[in-house]
């Protein structure tokens, strides 16, 4: 378990996601692989990583109340920075008006760059490098011809900001484990926009990486899996999470509240981490949360949260907000949006 | 557009970092040197709202080089709560529904690649 | 101050001219005034134009259209002012003359729009409005028009069937105009079915993309007595300027750098509205033709229209406007417009108008918009007796 030498605990969050949905069923591969009801995010043709990432930043910094002084890391877990070779954190430094004396990177651990950022400020935090450090990550949908196939492929972006514990946080950091192993269960090659699957040896990566992290986690905590009000498993497709449970002992009620999947689809960098928001949008003080993430190549980590009073002084509920104030697109205006091109119809 | 002449605009892009008269308080966007209700020429910085209204709109459909891929769009004039009037485009709407009157927010967005790089700025979206 | 007079003038057709380059647009209106006047030594020359620099890249101009004509030693400038480019050199042409630095001046206005697709010429004009503020977020020129169109609709409860009138009348008035672009006649309902170009403005309130150019050719009043048998006194030439963006102004529906230049030029000149026989107005969007019939006192605000249905502005109205057909029908070559109009009110102060002689003309007013309402010229002219 990674251990921080002084106690840490999230003092804000916010999550941002685009006004366009499609249903998956209106996209054309995906006639009877899917559920039906399904519906994910895309990007409006001006948005991207780095607009998203502002937006989340700004929620998180804004609940968290304070201010921009002591900010010492942004690090964003992305797999589609607009640019290579400049960190988004570059441009929100700016945007945020805290360019300065901080770290700024991108993280890129496929499905779990975003938990991978969180643990990592709350190693800065931890460690007593840095006061305060925001968290975020942010995807938008790679273009590509092998996207149909990453048929649940969303966008959004999600921030949290970390700090010591105290009374102005909403919930503490208990404990975090991670596992990384070598693993061909997907990936691409740099520069080739075909996405290989190893199939069915895929799936073995994710079980063996989520189950030792987890369970390394609950042994160091000393807890099982009926101490958690909350959990949140990997969900990039229907079948993940609720295998993982069953294999780990969580039940579907502990599950209900963090699985944005069918409402949302799944936004790879911050997988996981933005059914964290949506449970921290309705969790109540004294509720533990468990929040694993899976990142092909492979890892995962997983960390548990303590929910404090101070939460219920906050204004929530925006990212459910967001999930119900939408507009659909058809899957012409899907192609659009994908290549950038505007939707509109005026 | 220049990397140089772009970065420079970038706090009034990114965040509308507008200037407040120190002279008669007079907030403007974008900061001025004189102050053109006292002459005066010290200002400090004064990030805005974002908040506005929309007073007149107009969508373009036939848009200037570099913006091409983009119409039709709607382009507006916003009053903001501090009483600064600013133009941009107006996003995330249909704009056949548009109304002038709309309760607007200022956004950080994609405005154009014309360098090389990409070029973010404010727009509104309906609040 | 000496007296200016306006000794000779001429232009070309306004249109689409494949054969001709800018500088073949200049010459040609240039030589046309200096046979006009028959004088051929000139001291200065200045040139109105906007966009040469980034549609043709060719700037120095000024130096370009003297050798051309063959005036070497003369001097020489550009003169730009967005679209008041025109109205801005005759301006800054009739200072020379006043003031004594010059003795004779040619004012060239020419705009070669033409060798550039429409997205670059929309571009261009873009440039007349703040590039960080306005046109950085996609603003068109025609866009930021009709925002000015929305808001005057929106106060003073004017249809647009109304302001689609102002076109119809200057159609009407350029099929006696040799030098016009557009030489044919339009309904209202040709213009209400006309494309949108940016809501509300349909195409046929816009003015379209020509080449042209036109020239005039200053003395002092006291010389042009004896050198020319038609002199026309220049009785007032101003300009005024407004906050630069449109949207930073508390009134969108009137221009008050209009009611500035007017004021000083009605001073200037001893006279008031209703001492005008024919006026020029830069009606680059119908909209601006009311609001400019307006701010020039020739209507009260927002009743514009009212006068234009009753036939105020066509020849033998109240006011006979754009006679030529104005910036939409004659056509508006950008930098050359404000000295087309200045040549179209001699012609109807020479009583060499033709059909659309306006009876008995004896002073004319042009107004020339450089931006949305931004830099504006007035210039009164009189016929010496």
Redesign the interface.
Known sequence: MLRANVPIGIEGFGAYLPKHRIRLRDLPLAQGAVPQDFEKAICGPDEDAITMAKEAVERALRMAGVGKAGIGAILCGTTSNPYSGKPIGSVLSKALGIEGPILAADINFSGKSCSEAFLLCAGLVGSGMASRAIAAGSDSIPWGPWNEGAIYSSCGAAAFVLGRDGGSSIASLEGSSTWVMDALDTWALRGSAQRRNSGRFAERAMVQCVTSSVEALLRELGLGPGDFDHVILPQSDPRSASGLAKRLGFKPEQMEAGLVLPKLGNVEALSGMLGLVAVLDVAKPSERILVATFGNGAGSDSFSLLVKDAIEERERGDFLNQLSRKGYVDYAGYSRLLLGVSVSRA | MSASGY?R???????L?GAACKGCGAIHF?PRAVC?RCGGRDFEAR?LSGEGEL???????????????????????VQLKEGV?????I??C???ELR?GAKVEA??????EDGGF????Y?FRPA | MRKTAIVGVGCTKVGEHWDKGLRDLAVEASLRAMDDAKLYDVDYVLVGNMMSGYLQNQEHLGALVADSLGLRGAGAAKIEAACASGGMAVHIGCQLVASGSADSVLVVGVEKMTDATTPEVTKALAMAEDQEYSAYMGASFVGLNALVARAYMRAYGVKQEDIALFPVICHKHALNNEFAQFRFPITVEAVMNSPIVADPLHLLECAGIGDGAAAVLLMPLEEARGASDSPVEVLASTVSTDKFSLHQRDDFTSFRATRASAEAAFKKAGLRAEDIDVLEVHDAFAVLGLIALEDLGFAERGKAADLIREGGIEIGGEIPTNTFGGLKARGHPVGATGVYQIVELVRQLRGEAGKNQVPGAERGYAQNIGGVGTTITAHILGRVD
């Open positions: 970065l605009e970038a706090p009034r892009r990114y965040r970092e974008p053109d990030e007073l007149a709109y107009t969508i373009i459909r036939h848009p200037p080089k570099g913006f091409e891929g983009q119409a039709p769009y709607a382009i507006g004039i009037r600013v133009l941009a485009q996003t995330d249909d704009p056949a002038e956004v950080m967005r994609r405005i154009r990409i070029e973010y700025g727009k």
